[in-house]
């Protein structure tokens, strides 16, 4: 009897030892992070790229907006080279906004707003292939968005829209130099004085962008 009550008690000590390792192993995971809606960007362009910049930082729920190249078939092209017209190349920005704060709908309506859609290789004095008016997607939905956009605001204009719609390729940034380009020599550069800071104050009259960046 003595032995079969130190066999059974024995058992039960190697099976709670058991139990305790096997809790140990088991894994344990961290509850899931909050998620929240990131940023979204699109590309576009539509003449200088200090203009579309300068007209972008001023539109609520744009978060940051980086100057570029895009569109064309050579790799990190200068400035110097774009001015050559020969890359293919478009002066683009690449606007990031929150849309939870401004819809893709709105963005693309302040881009058709902002500048000539209907005048090709060509804004203002500016004229080249590297000044065309370009909306550069990234999914179906940013295409389809600026294919409706190109219908709603296509009333606007006397003139059909030229605008061109494709996929990007290739972003590639602007040197150091174009990046703020406006807020920085707004008052330096007479480009900025002549021509972004009147096309600036028209938005604002208008409502369509905000004073400051």
């Not at 203002?124 to 909306?135: E, H, I, L, M």
Request: hydrophobic share 35%; proline share 6%; net charge neutral.
């Amino acid at each position: 009897m003595k032995s079969f009550i130190y066999f059974l008690l024995g058992a039960l000590c190697v099976a709670f030892t058991n139990l305790i390792y096997a809790e140990d192993k088991v894994e344990t995971k961290p509850a899931p992070a909050p998620t929240t809606q990131g940023n979204s960007k699109i590309i576009v362009g539509g003449g200088c790229f200090w203009c579309v910049e300068a007209v972008f930082q001023r539109l609520d729920g744009v978060k940051k907006c980086v100057s570029g190249y895009a569109g064309g078939h050579v790799e990190n092209p200068t400035y110097e080279q774009v001015c050559e017209k020969t890359t293919g190349h478009v002066e683009v920005v690449e606007v990031e906004f929150d849309p939870s704060k401004v819809k893709l709908d709105t963005v693309l309506d302040v881009f058709f707003v902002s500048h000539d859609p209907t005048t090709k290789d060509q804004q203002g004095a500016d004229k080249g292939p590297q000044y065309r008016s370009v909306v550069y997607y990234q999914d179906d939905v940013q295409k389809k968005a600026a294919d409706e956009a190109v219908k709603r605001n296509q009333a606007e204009w006397k003139n059909p829209i030229v605008t061109e719609i494709g996929p990007l390729k290739k972003f590639y940034p602007a040197e150091d130099y174009h990046q703020n380009y406006y807020n920085q020599n707004a008052d330096k550069n007479p480009y900025c004085s002549r021509l972004i800071g009147p096309k600036l104050e028209k938005l604002v009259k208008k409502g369509v962008i905000k004073a400051e960046p």
